[in-house]
């Protein structure tokens, strides 16, 4: 084999998906058709707090990330105007209050151009040296062997093989991979033409007091959104079109600047058209996530509208999922473990699409009653409500923690009751919940004492029976005298006695068992049995 592990697509869930097989020291290549690129149009822009964590956990400097990205102060909000210049309608939050947000997650949700994401990822990638990226090399097909897959690349004008044990299709929503394995997808191919206009402006002077990092704007002449990667400078424009009218010759730049000047509601303003894609709205999800040695993943996989920010943030929750599979069936495991990210994750794309698709469907009825209420520009106290009290019932489009946090593999695999709220749990399946705790005079989330390399055993007391019984399979953490607690974490997840929870390495809960008895040691050697792993043990600093 050229490599264990070839990655079709340097987006940022290839990226992401060859960083996670490093860490648990899978060697891997990326082939990438697009060369080195000095700017593009950014694209996809949340970042949400599971996304966060799984970089957490590989070290990435989120430091580092935040500062590129736009600061809680400008990213808070999502804003319904008559114009970008004119009258506010309302408001919705993009996150929960910063205490309430530390409370659930250590990494509250991050606004971030796609593009700078990738870059750091990238640089990442570069560093490690179990990492292979070629950027302007085409997948253009494969062919099973025994054993493995050979895939043939293009570079140059040139075609030549690699050969490894599996493949990852992490090359978007044109896959050639998907194409390639004749996977369909199921679902709406179309739901709605968009345009996406990307330029430059600085426009801080102009929203003062209201910065958000999304602008919806409804008067019915200039309807459409606006999007505020950087208020400063980088912004996109999406005016609202409606199918039988889209003609993309129209979107010339001289054209796109004026519609952008409209929107804004103001004629001195400097605009910087940069890029203008259309594009079409899909809600589909692959009918397989796998066929033999090949294996889908992001867009790849699934295609989302963007009401809501699920696809990219899904994207790199399916590298996680995919990552520590992969490295255990390399090491020896059964390859059927790999089913498991089938039935995981697919569910969890079709739970996402639902909910971006309902949210885009719900929009509808929001510009009709705009072109209902507002006339030239100006909206009556009475029709202000009306739209208040409509702009309200879209919460779920702007604030679902629930959904980004929420989910749980089951089995079986489901979605929270309410998208707006999380209520951390701690059932089979479910993300192992955050809370701050104090040890050795650190202060740690509960995350930190997660192995994301092998299955971490979290033992309520002497964790003595729990190191003889299963010493080599598990990273064993106590919850002695010296863990002290800021919340009631230990009562939420039954570890206030002799009990103890299994945590898989991508941080979802495999086994909890109340007492350390004999049946219950079985139930964790079951558990670990389930999924055919033998992991390592892994001290926790």
């Not at 399946?429 to 650190?442: Q, S």
Request: aromatic share 6%; charged share 25%.
């Amino acid at each position: 084999m050229d490599t264990p592990v070839l990655i079709a697509g340097g987006g940022p869930v290839g990226l992401t998906l060859a960083l996670l097989l490093a860490q648990q020291g899978v060697r891997s290549i990326i082939v990438e058709r697009r060369p080195p690129r000095v700017e593009s149009a950014p694209k996809a822009h949340v970042i949400n707090p599971r996304s966060l964590e799984i970089y957490r956990a590989l070290g990435l400097d989120l430091d580092a990330l935040r500062r590129q990205g736009a600061s809680r102060g400008d990213a808070e909000a999502s804003r319904f105007m008559t114009t970008l210049a004119g009258i506010e309608l309302g408001h919705i939050p993009l996150d929960v209050a910063d205490d309430d947000a530390l409370a659930l997650t250590p990494t509250p949700l991050l606004n971030i151009a796609q593009p700078k994401l990738e870059a750091m990822l990238a640089a990442e990638v570069e560093r490690n040296p179990a990492i292979e990226l070629r950027l302007g090399h085409t997948w253009t097909g494969c062919r099973a062997t025994d054993g493995g897959v050979v895939s043939t690349v293009e570079h140059d004008g040139r075609t030549y093989e690699i050969a490894s044990a599996w493949l990852a299709g992490a090359d978007g929503a044109g896959s050639r991979v998907r194409e390639h394995l004749a996977i369909p997808m199921q679902g709406i191919p179309a739901v709605r033409p968009r345009i996406t206009i990307h330029f430059e402006a600085n426009l801080r002077s102009l929203v003062r007091e209201r910065p958000a990092i999304l602008y919806w704007i409804l008067d019915p002449a200039v309807a459409g959104t606006f999007i505020a990667y950087d208020i400063d400078r980088t912004w996109v424009y999406t005016p609202r079109v409606t199918p039988e009218a889209f003609d993309p010759e129209r979107y010339t730049e001289a054209h796109c600047a004026e519609l952008i000047r409209r929107a804004i509601g103001r004629d001195d303003v400097a605009v910087d058209v940069r890029h203008v894609v259309p594009w079409m709205m899909s809600a589909e999800v692959a009918t397989a996530y796998r066929s033999g040695r090949c294996l889908l993943i992001g867009d790849a996989a699934h295609r989302f509208p963007p009401t809501g920010g699920f696809g990219l943030n899904t994207g790199i929750q399916d590298a996680h999922n995919l990552a520590w599979k992969l490295a255990a069936v390399l090491r020896g495991a059964d390859d059927t473990l790999l089913d498991s990210y089938d039935a995981e994750r697919r569910p969890i794309a079709e739970i996402n699409t639902r909910q971006s698709l309902h949210n885009s469907n719900r929009l509808p009825d929001l510009f009709r009653l705009a072109e209902e209420t507002i006339a030239d520009g100006d909206v009556s106290a009475a029709d202000h409500l009306r739209l208040a009290a409509e702009i309200a019932t879209h919460r779920a489009h702007f604030l679902s923690p629930g959904l980004q946090l929420g989910f749980s593999y089951g089995p079986p695999v489901r979605g929270p009751a309410d998208a707006t709220r999380y209520d951390p749990s701690a059932g089979v399946g479910d993300r192992m919940p955050h809370a701050w705790l104090v040890r050795g005079g650190r202060r740690l989330s509960t995350l930190d004492l997660l192995s994301p390399v092998t299955f971490t055993l979290i033992a309520g007391r002497d964790a003595a029976i729990w190191r003889h019984g299963i010493a080599d399979a598990l990273c064993t953490v106590e919850l002695d005298e010296t863990v002290i607690f800021e919340t009631a974490w230990r009562e939420l997840c039954g570890l206030d006695g002799r009990g103890a929870m299994l945590v898989r390495p991508d941080g979802h809960i495999a086994a909890v068992v109340s007492d350390d008895d004999a049946a219950s040691r079985a139930a964790i050697t079951a558990a670990l049995a389930r999924f055919g792993v033998a992991a390592r043990c892994h001290a926790k600093a």
